[in-house]
């Protein structure tokens, strides 16, 4: 980093950039296998959120890794820069008042907590997207698995790469055995419950 760069605090603080949103700025962090529902989650929440009146953003993985992180592959160098650029990126968007949705994978613990270190605490929360491995593969809505089977994507999470489940996420959905709808409610429930809508 450079030596010769000073922060600049901006006039309209956060808060107040929060209050004028009526809702708490957060980074909710979906985490899952592939085809476990990240992005149909993410996006029926905020078309949820959209509907209440609320701000919000959806950083979705396949569209960063087009634009912002197109530069990057998948190396265990270049998974880490990806993460921490998404982090950045909601870090901003947080900063400008937003809920802010990212759904990527993450599949390791240490580029989840990468991620949340990047926020205050009570501006992260951690959602797993759980389906089992049978169920993911059994949709497989991109192919993906099928080409991972064949050998065509090494280091395929869930197949050559291993998935490290949250411990502790915030909040478990279960999209194995509930439908989008119901998964979308337990969000919104969440979210209300903790203030932040
Ligand atoms: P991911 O973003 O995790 O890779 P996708 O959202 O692209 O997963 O795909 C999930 C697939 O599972 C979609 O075809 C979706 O319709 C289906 N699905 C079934 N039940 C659910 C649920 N409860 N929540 C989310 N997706 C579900």
Known sequence: MSTNLT???SIVSKAERAERKQQKPCVIWFTGLSGSG????ANALERALFERGHHCYLLDGDNVRQGLNSDLGFSDEARVENIRRIGETA??????????????ISPFRTERELARNLVEDDEFIEVHVSA??????ERDPKGLYKKARAGEIPNFTGIGSAYEAPENPDLLVDTGSHD???????????LAKKGVI
Not at 38 to 41: E, F, I, Q, R
Not at 181 to 189: H, S, W, Y
């Open 38 to 41: 990240k992005s149909t989650l």
């Open 91 to 104: 870090k901003l968007f947080v900063d400008a008042g937003l809920i802010v949705m990212t759904a990527f």
């Open 180 to 190: 989008v709808g119901a998964c979308a409610e337990q969000l919104v429930d969440y």
């Open 132 to 137: 089992s491995l049978d169920v993911c593969e």
């Open 7 to 9: 922060w600049h605090e």
